[in-house]
T-cell receptor, first 112, second 116 residues
Framework: DVKVTQSSRYLVKRTGEKVFLECVQD?????MFWYRQDPGLGLRLIYF???????EKGDIPEGYSVSREKKERFSLILESASTNQTSMYLC???????????FGSGTRLTVV | AQSVAQPEDQVNVAEGNPLTVKCTYS??????LFWYVQYPNRGLQFLLK??????LVKGSYGFEAEFNKSQTSFHLKKPSALVSDSALYFC??????????????FGTGTRLQVFP
């Protein structure tokens, strides 16, 4: 089975810190995605990537950036964390949307 | 623009009773449709999908979903609910004509509560 691993389950960071959320998949998937999940808002796409060094903005990219230097790793970066970025962050990968996505377990980030 | 709606924030059902979680979609052309389930503090797990073929799709844990093109719906169903089915359920849609945007659009989720 494909496994998507997010490096941290829980994180607490201070306002203004630079935060890195790491995601690794082990099945050579081309596509990787970062979502944030908030109650009542569902999943909102932040950024996605179709290949190494390729990235595209999703619906809510402001305040975030991403890095994909290797195929298996897709990092989400909060350049200067703010309290409104407190959320659950979910990483996903897919070979093709025909097959659906495989999600990581999520990182619950609290910015204080 | 493609979209998906889950009109119910929460569905309550007694154990042993049938359950339905509703989903409607709006896309041009033939959609790819998915259901995912999320247990507390976990990521989403794939339940089932409809791409083409038989309108009744069977998935994991005894769940099934019926694709209805005329009503643009893809409701999730189970004949007999279990307490362990209590979770957050997400419907998702992809527009297969969006060749260069291989994205799924998710609904806002429906919390299913099964009471003993």
């Amino acid at each position: 089975d494909v496994k998507v691993t997010q490096s941290s389950r829980y994180l607490v960071k201070r306002t203004g810190e630079k935060v890195f959320l790491e995601c690794v998949q082990d099945m050579d998937h081309e596509n990787m995605f970062w979502y944030r999940q908030d109650p009542g808002l569902g999943l909102r796409l932040i950024y996605f990537s179709y290949d190494v060094k390729m990235k595209e903005k999703g619906d809510i990219p402001e305040g975030y950036s991403v890095s994909r230097e290797k195929k298996e790793r897709f990092s989400l970066i909060l350049e200067s964390a703010s309290t409104n970025q407190t959320s659950m962050y979910l990483c996903a990968s897919s070979m093709d949307s025909y097959y659906g996505y495989t999600f990581g377990s999520g990182t619950r980030l609290t910015v204080v | 623009a493609q979209s998906v709606a889950q009109p119910e924030d929460q569905v309550n059902v007694a154990e042993g009773n049938p359950l339905t979680v509703k989903c409607t979609y709006s896309v041009s052309g033939n959609p790819y449709l998915f259901w995912y389930v999320q247990y507390p503090n976990r990521g989403l797990q794939f339940l089932l999908k409809y791409i083409t073929g038989d309108n009744l799709v069977k998935g994991s844990y005894g769940f099934e979903a019926e694709f209805n093109k005329s009503q643009t719906s893809f409701h999730l169903k189970k004949p007999s609910a279990l307490v362990s089915d209590s979770a957050l359920y997400f419907c998702a849609v992809r527009d297969p004509r969006s060749y260069n945007t291989d994205k799924l659009i998710f609904g806002t989720g429906t919390r299913l509560q099964v009471f003993p």
